[in-house]
């Protein structure tokens, strides 16, 4: 069996650098972490909408497909290729408390590029990095979640060089994970709020998702 998910995370690999992209605006995670050696793979889907302070409304669909493995003792990791935004993320959960309620932190982080040849003929790359905090009982649990993003331009016409902008959202989450078997539900909630290089722009980005995972069993007692 190690060999097939070998060849699919390679797969997985080359595709999301293949179609390149921007940033996720899931998580799709409790604070629950998977124990060592226990895997689980899945598919999300998730709509967000945005809303500015000039009243003008803009909206997409986000799908996700993913995988984690527990590496250590209270310690998973996990990569997500998400679309259409086309891109590769990757991250580390750590469980720090094992008790009701339940605490995780860890970091990700994300990358993507995409050529913009219908408009400016310019290259794009994006990185993401994404620190987050997840805290209560496993089956109903908040969360915060920062996402920084840098864009990196190629400029191909008229001017040359590279351009960078940054944006920050800073963001709430409510999530709720629910267990049949080894099957779990993982609806959640998200609400950023867009800084754009450090200024606050008015912009409320809600995003509402689910997603379905399939998790391996395994003889060791899960994290309460």
Same mark, same amino acid.
């Given at each position: 069996?190690?060999?097939?998910?070998q060849?699919?995370?390679?797969?997985?690999?080359?595709?999301a650098?293949?179609?390149?992209g921007?940033?996720?605006?899931?998580?799709f995670?409790?604070p629950?972490?998977?124990?060592?050696?226990?895997?689980?793979?899945?598919?999300?889907?998730?709509?967000?909408?945005?809303?500015?302070?000039?009243?003008?409304?803009?909206?997409?669909?986000?799908?996700?497909?993913f995988?984690?493995?527990?590496?250590?003792?209270r310690?998973?990791a996990?990569?997500?290729l $998400?679309? @259409?935004?086309s891109? #590769?993320?990757?991250?580390?959960?750590?469980?720090?408390r094992?008790?009701? =309620?339940?605490?995780? /932190?860890?970091?990700?982080?994300?990358?993507?590029?995409?050529?913009?040849?219908?408009?400016?003929?310019?290259?794009?790359?994006?990185?993401?990095?994404y620190?987050?905090?997840?805290?209560?009982?496993?089956?109903?649990?908040?969360?915060?979640?920062m996402?920084?993003?840098?864009?990196?331009?190629?400029?191909s016409?008229?001017?040359?060089?590279?351009?960078?902008?940054?944006? $920050?959202? @800073?963001?709430?989450? #409510?999530g709720?994970?629910?267990?049949?078997?080894?099957?779990?539900?993982? =609806?959640e909630v998200? /609400?950023?709020?867009h800084?754009?290089?450090?200024?606050?722009?008015?912009?409320?980005?809600?995003v509402?998702?689910?997603?379905?995972?399939?998790?391996?069993?395994?003889?060791?007692k899960e994290p309460?």
């Amino acid at each position: 069996m190690k060999g097939p998910r070998q060849c699919w995370a390679i797969i997985a690999f080359m595709i999301a650098f293949l179609i390149g992209g921007c940033i996720s605006h899931t998580t799709f995670q409790s604070p629950r972490v998977l124990v060592r050696g226990q895997h689980a793979f899945g598919a999300g889907v998730a709509g967000w909408t945005s809303r500015y302070s000039s009243g003008r409304r803009s909206g997409l669909m986000e799908v996700d497909v993913f995988g984690r493995v527990g590496i250590a003792s209270r310690v998973d990791a996990g990569i997500k290729l $998400y679309v @259409p935004f086309s891109g #590769l993320f990757g991250d580390v959960k750590c469980q720090i408390r094992k008790s009701v =309620p339940l605490i995780s /932190v860890g970091p990700g982080g994300s990358y993507g590029e995409f050529d913009d040849v219908h408009d400016s003929g310019d290259d794009f790359e994006y990185l993401g990095l994404y620190p987050v905090v997840l805290f209560g009982p496993n089956k109903f649990f908040g969360g915060l979640r920062m996402v920084y993003a840098e864009e990196i331009r190629h400029h191909s016409y008229g001017s040359h060089g590279t351009t960078n902008e940054y944006d $920050y959202f @800073p963001g709430k989450l #409510l999530g709720v994970c629910l267990r049949e078997g080894n099957v779990r539900a993982l =609806p959640e909630v998200t /609400v950023y709020l867009h800084s754009y290089e450090g200024l606050i722009e008015g912009r409320v980005l809600t995003v509402v998702g689910v997603a379905f995972q399939q998790v391996s069993s395994t003889k060791e007692k899960e994290p309460e």
